[in-house]
């Protein structure tokens, strides 16, 4: 059963626009999740973790627990923003499942 | 340190063929997982370790996959005979011990079963 759904494989915004790439889980423990990010030719990396409640290169997510989301947000899309994003969660006993990720391309 | 240091970076080989992958987590991180990055599917857990013992294999998609971690800073992935269907990239991470820990991913290893 996919536990970590993010529903757009796609997601094109113009420079400037604001960004939301969604991600929904399905956890029946206390979720710990995360928004990792692949740049071009780079390493898969954190990006930022729900717990930390922090602002990432102008990113923020917060977990809403009744909607069972923790959608990525940035209010200014800039071209370096473009990249592979996606949504995990950890599960009991440190397992580590992503979703299927999105594509963010921010146009000029 | 390196980071998590995977090899090869590509591998080409023919369908039937044995195909060993290798990783090298990060020293002193506890647990190491193996993931498959395809279009179609992303990100997908193959299986992962805690403390060198296999926690979870239920990602793996068929016996012809095995997976081994023989001691704390080394990892092996084979796949048995190969099949042009497991043609991906297949990355390695550590994290270390905790709910909350960071992982670290390696840059992977292009496979392309012809």
Redesign the interface.
């Known amino acids: 059963a996919q536990r970590v759904t ?1 529903p757009e494989k796609l997601l094109s915004v113009f420079k400037g626009a604001p960004v939301e790439l969604k991600c929904n889980y399905s956890y029946s423990g206390s979720p ?1 999740l ?1 928004w ?1 990010v692949q740049y071009s030719r780079q ?4 990006l930022l ?1 729900h ?1 930390s409640r922090e602002s990432i290169k102008g990113f923020t997510a917060d977990l809403n627990k009744g909607e069972t989301s923790f959608h990525l947000k940035k209010p200014f899309a800039q071209e370096e923003d473009s990249a592979m994003y ?1 949504c995990a969660l ?1 599960e009991y ?9 999105t594509i963010l391309r921010v146009k000029s | 340190d390196a ?1 998590v240091i995977q090899s090869p970076r590509h591998e080409v080989t023919e369908m039937g063929q044995e195909v060993t992958l290798r990783c090298k987590p990060i020293s002193g991180h506890n ?1 190491l ?1 193996w ?1 498959r990055q395809t279009m179609m ?5 193959l299986i ?1 370790f ?1 403390n060198n013992v296999p ?2 294999d239920s990602g793996m998609p068929e016996d012809r996959f095995s997976a081994k971690m023989p001691n704390a800073s080394f990892s092996t992935l084979k796949i048995q005979p190969s099949e042009p269907r497991d043609s991906a990239v297949y ?1 390695c ?1 550590s ?1 270390p ?12 290893t292009r496979l392309t079963v012809v």
């Not at chain 1, 006993?93 to 990720?101: C, D, E, I, R, T």
């Open positions: 993010q710990e995360f990792y390493r898969l990396q954190l973790r717990i996606y950890v006993g440190n397992k580590l499942v992503f979703g299927a990720g | 980071g647990s997982f993931y599917r992303g990100l997908e857990l992962y805690n926690i979870d990355f991470a994290s011990a905790g709910l909350r820990a960071e992982a670290f991913f390696g840059q992977g």
